[in-house]
């Protein structure tokens, strides 16, 4: 019933930055944790940072802890992913989901309403 777009994506030099953005529509948050995952070619797809539901608990993978800050407004019904240092392997299609927890949670097969993806290139 939720719908989940991701925006932000694009192409850029390594070292560069990119701010993506997901929007919910239909309903809001209410007290679902949320993630952003992230699929390459010929890989499956992976966690890459959860955020509880209030937002003072996230979660990140060890390849991106450092350079990436996710973030929510559940005013807005929005979570953010900063991106900074970006790295050539960190090309990918990302994605955001929900899971039907207030907690973090970092299992792929929890997740729900997933959106439609945005791509992120970075060139070396």
């Known amino acids: 019933q939720v719908q989940l777009v991701e925006s932000g994506g694009g192409l850029v030099q390594a070292g560069g930055s990119l701010r993506l953005s997901c929007a919910a529509s239909?309903?809001?948050?209410?007290?679902?944790?949320m993630g952003w995952f992230r699929q390459a070619p010929g890989k499956e797809r992976e966690f890459v940072a959860g955020?509880?539901?209030?937002?003072?608990?996230?979660a990140y993978a060890d390849s991106v802890k450092g350079r990436f800050t996710i973030s929510r407004e559940n005013a807005k019904n929005t979570m953010y992913l900063q991106m900074n240092s970006l790295k050539p392997e960190d090309t990918a299609v990302y994605y955001c989901?929900?899971?039907?927890?207030?907690?973090?949670?970092?299992?792929?097969?929890?997740?729900?309403?997933w959106g439609q993806g945005t791509q992120v290139t970075v060139s070396s």
């Open positions: 989901a929900l899971v039907t927890s207030p907690v973090v949670v970092k299992t792929t097969s929890e997740y729900h309403n």
């Open positions: 239909g309903r809001t948050f209410s007290n679902y944790a």
């Open positions: 955020i509880s539901w209030s937002g003072h608990s996230t």
